[in-house]
């Protein structure tokens, strides 16, 4: 194993079942510590349990754990604790596998089924910075819980539905089908979408036409269905191109827009009905939930059928989740959407639960997020109070980062100096976002996500690069994927960076524990700064003794490695110099 943290883990849960079988499946905390490796804090909650003094009970693990070969040093402390270091040689060792192509992380056992709903933006409106998170957050757990071994199904839960969609058409038969067109296509989504809200509002004649229009859309009239589907094929156009630029792995294949289960709406209500969860409230049709009420205490509906007979938003939901988990066999849900949604979402995985369609072990996660603010504390917006269009956020990106390839890296040809300011602007504004705990709001401050200071995407890219420039600097082809790691610690910052390495597997579980990527931003964030002091430390080039000039261009190999694979869990590029 890989990970000496996950091996220390199995070993002392070994060693609990056998001091007493009362312990089976007890999870031994374990944390890095100061004082050694690692300390291991489970004597005094289970010394508790079993009510037995903790320092005794740590005095039996100690005696009981088998670690020979794995810890050359053990020692209980203080009320209980166990501190551990590790043998030199075993942690070396522990980076034989972290060349290989899962860089010693394990295969998830058993791989999932995820659907994963996320990006979600509307058709012929503008991406909101609010879809930005989605997509970013989103796309990294894919990749990051595909590369754990899972199966992942990527939802792009389009809004391409309901009654807006009277007025969009109209506005584009007025508009004409071609300018109309080009006018979706090249990004002015607000502006169409404006327009055809200023005329709604201001001109009842119109207002008519849209009202007629969604009606003739909802009865399936051919003709009105062409022209949605060129609203929605447009808008379609554009989200591609803008994931295209960002290197966000959805694909055209992964819209399943709200539309997608027109058709399964009627039977939906029908098996809600069949199984006695309908109650008919002021005409509408609903489901009450236990525990979710409004603010006088009230039990709360979620609306499958409003009064006048159409669906809305809940109703699709339903169709959606039911789709998912009985269609699909999936086993996990993920729904990637602004903390605001959060009400919505859990009613109608708490309906899914009453109808039973989500049964445990399944389960469906609303992975919730924060606002973009603006320097002001405000949500996120242009000067001009509008909202930021992700394009022209692209644009500025790549434009500031340019900036700082040109005066960082004024050996780069023009070609080269383009494509590395394309990875460090695109990356900056996705590891601004990844960095910090999802659940809270962040600041989009321009000047600290392209710092090449702290805690962002340029300082871990520039990392890597330096990393990847010692080879060339020497003339040397970089290890091979096949060739042995031949790590042997003799300085106390080789040993500092081999432990860091080693958690990598570590870093990239505790994505997948609470959907945190910030975890592994903070894990390479670590990465970078110990192979920064190692790199003071130690000459790697210049080292005297030709074993460990090897060890040590070993340990910048695979740092390099790790960093990119990393950097690529999160959906950044790391170019190779910079
Ligand atoms: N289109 C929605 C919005 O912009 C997000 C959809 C989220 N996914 C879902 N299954 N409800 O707010």
């Given at each position: 194993m890989a990970d000496p943290q996950l091996l220390l883990r199995q070993r002392f849960a070994e060693a609990l079942e056998r001091i007493d079988p009362s312990l089976a499946g007890a999870d031994p905390v374990i944390r890095p510590s100061q004082h050694a490796d690692f300390q291991v804090n489970s004597a005094m909650a289970l010394g508790k349990r079993l009510g037995r003094n903790p320092r005794e009970l740590a005095d039996q693990l100690l005696a009981e754990v088998e670690l020979a070969g794995i810890a050359s040093q053990l020692e209980v402390a203080g009320p209980g604790f166990i501190n551990v270091t590790l043998d030199d040689a075993y942690l070396a060792g522990c980076l034989a596998d972290l060349r290989d192509p899962r860089r010693g992380v394990p295969a998830a056992e058993p791989a999932e089924r995820v659907v994963i709903d996320y990006s979600a933006p509307n058709v012929a409106k503008e991406m909101h910075v609010g879809h930005l998170r989605s997509t970013v957050i989103g796309d990294a757990l894919a990749r990051t819980l595909g590369f754990l071994g899972n199966e992942i199904i990527r939802h792009n839960h389009l809004g391409d539905w309901g009654t807006p969609f009277g007025m969009l058409i109209e506005h584009l038969l007025d508009l004409g089908e071609q300018e109309a067109a080009t006018e979706l296509s090249v990004g002015d989504l607000n502006g169409f979408y404006k327009q055809a809200r200023t005329k709604f509002d201001g001109d009842e004649a119109f207002a008519d036409r849209a009202r007629a229009r969604v009606v003739a859309l909802q009865a399936g009239d051919v003709e009105t269905l062409r022209l949605w589907r060129l609203l929605v094929d447009q808008s379609e156009l554009y989200f591609s191109s803008i994931y295209d630029r960002m290197g966000?792995?959805?694909?055209?294949?992964?819209?399943?827009?709200?539309?997608?289960y027109n058709e399964l709406l009627d039977g939906v209500v029908d098996e809600l009905r069949a199984k006695g969860l309908l109650v008919t409230d002021d005409g509408a049709e609903c489901v009450f939930p236990e525990g979710f009420v409004g603010r006088e205490g009230e039990p709360l509906p979620l609306i499958v059928r409003k009064r006048d007979g159409g669906y809305g938003y809940a109703a699709t939901d339903l169709a959606a989740i039911r789709f998912r988990m009985l269609d699909l066999d999936a086993t996990w849900l993920l729904y990637v959407v602004g903390a605001p949604q959060s009400e919505h979402l859990e009613m109608v995985f708490a309906v899914a639960r009453m109808a039973g369609w989500l049964e445990p072990p399944a389960r469906a996660e609303h992975v919730a997020f924060g606002s973009v603010l603006g320097d002001d504390g405000k949500i996120f917006r242009t000067r001009s109070g509008e909202t930021v269009k992700l394009a022209d956020l692209i644009d500025e990106a790549i434009g500031r980062a340019a900036e700082v390839v040109a005066t960082k890296s004024p050996h780069l040809d023009a070609t080269e100096q383009a494509e590395v300011a394309e990875a460090v602007g695109v990356g900056a504004i996705k590891y601004a976002d990844l960095s910090s705990d999802r659940v809270n709001d962040y600041v989009f401050d321009w000047d600290r996500m392209l710092s090449l200071q702290g805690n962002t995407a340029p300082y871990l890219q520039y990392a890597h690069a330096r990393a990847r420039s010692i080879f060339r600097k020497a003339d040397l082809e970089p290890p091979t994927a096949d060739q042995p790691v031949a790590v042997t610690i003799t300085h106390a910052a080789e040993r500092e960076l081999t432990k860091q390495l080693v958690a990598f597997a570590g870093a990239v579980a505790s994505v997948a524990d609470g959907m945190r990527p910030h975890r592994l931003c903070t894990y390479l964030f670590d990465l970078a700064q110990t192979y920064t002091a190692f790199y003071e430390q130690c000459p790697v080039l210049r080292a005297d003794d030709e074993a460990v000039r090897a060890s040590r261009l070993d340990l910048c190999d695979l740092t390099a490695g790790v960093l990119a694979q990393g950097l690529d869990l999160l959906g950044i590029e790391a170019p190779e110099r910079i």
């Open positions: 966000v792995t959805l694909t055209d294949t992964d819209y399943r827009g709200e539309s997608a």
